[in-house]
């Protein structure tokens, strides 16, 4: 989940202040949070995404992909007029550095004011030597880390401390709010019906999937508890087991409401939230596909309002012929995360000679007991 120092970038880039992010990370967090990918190099891959060798297109999941190291999964790419297989991207050893990663992360670097180094030991070629770039244009470095840096002497400011409490001090001073995190999941229940032989019947199956393909896993859903308005007379039902699915047998003239229990899996931020589904399968549906931006900036604004989860959108309907089916796509918030601004109390500031204010190199050392950084 995004941290505090992740959402007070996504503030700092609303504002105009950040400019771009470079991560050495793969646990997608920062385009989790909020950054968007044109401003954001990811220099080592990331864990949750499959991209598209033939044409190009990303796909941002909500599991782990199995892979590493540029290699075929086992999904295609949705594109009609492509269909390649997709593959992982985060990079093994060997790999080289993506050019589509690391020349926009050069360029800005070069054209930086300050760019701004948070929680890395800067040991990792070719990405360590990064920061350098802003040096020629005038730009100046600011390292904030635990322990020392081999960047450390050409930095403009150092300061050994935590970068949340550096940040959250930043965010202070600015007069800036750290968001809230609001996580938004899809998912998509799929309806499959068919007449008995006599047609007095509908013969139909509930599933309730990921939409990144019928055999993914949910993370967020840990089961789901099935009941029906008419409780005399459909039995209820209770799926924990993934995939999610339930089939029934109901007369075909027969209208009800399928009520879904969906129980969160642990780490959300609440244990459970309700859908209604009105079932008529006299009626055809209507296929229908709403602006998914819009849909998310109103699960978020609702979210924040309550400070809860569990709110959840239609943002697509689709038919299918073979077999018969209704595909309805949810949007749903899943978790919710504040942070409370706290100033920066510990870690020490380093002024070099040429800092910043121009003010002299302080010797004060911490004496804290070392940790490793992450690079």
């Known amino acids: 989940m995004p941290g505090m120092t992740h959402m007070a970038l996504v503030e700092l880039e609303k504002a105009g202040i950040l400019k771009f992010v470079i991560s050495q990370n793969v646990d997608g967090l920062h385009l989790r949070s909020g950054i968007p990918r044109e ?10 995404m499959e991209a598209c060798p033939s044409c190009g297109s990303e ?4 599991f782990e992909v199995e892979t590493i190291g540029l290699k075929e999964t086992s999904r295609r790419c949705s594109d009609l007029k492509c269909g390649a297989k997709l593959r992982d991207t985060v990079l093994d050893w060997e790999d080289a550095l993506p050019p589509k990663e690391m020349n926009p992360a050069e360029k800005h670097c070069r054209i930086a004011d300050v760019v701004l180094c948070l929680g890395t030991s800067l040991q990792i070629t070719p990405a360590c030597n990064l920061p350098l770039k802003c040096l020629r244009g005038g730009g100046k470095i600011v390292i904030v880390n635990l322990q020392k840096t081999p960047k450390d002497k050409k930095a403009s400011l150092v300061i050994h401390g ?28 799929i309806v499959t019906q068919s007449l008995s032989s006599d047609k007095k019947f509908v013969n139909w199956t509930l599933r309730i999937t990921s939409v990144h393909g019928q055999t993914a896993q949910l993370p967020f859903i840990k089961s789901v508890e099935v009941s029906f308005s008419d409780r005399l007379k459909y039995k209820e039902a209770s799926l924990d087991k993934q995939p999610f699915q339930l ?3 109901t007369v075909i003239n027969e209208t009800f409401d399928i009520k879904l229990k969906l129980n969160f899996s642990d780490g959300c931020g609440c244990p459970c939230t309700q859908i209604n589904i009105p079932f008529d399968f006299k009626v055809p549906p209507k296929c229908f596909e709403l602006d998914k931006d819009d849909i998310f900036q109103r699960l978020r604004e609702t979210a924040f309002q309550d400070l809860g989860c569990g709110q959840n959108e239609v943002i697509e309907r689709k038919v299918l012929s073979s077999p018969k089916s209704e595909v309805t796509v949810y949007a749903i918030v899943s978790n919710v995360k504040t942070f409370e601004s706290n100033c920066l109390s510990n870690g020490d500031l380093k002024w070099l000679k040429d800092g910043v204010n121009g003010t002299e190199t302080s010797k004060k050392r911490s004496n804290s007991r070392k940790r490793k950084s992450r690079s």
């Open 39 to 48: 401003k954001l190099a990811e220099l080592h891959g990331n864990s949750f």
């Open 162 to 189: 935590f970068a949340d409490k550096v940040v959250a001090g930043v965010m202070d001073l600015l007069n800036l709010r750290i968001p809230p995190y609001i996580r938004i999941d899809l998912f998509q229940i």
């Open 247 to 249: 089939k029934r047998r």
């Open 59 to 62: 796909y941002f999941r909500d």
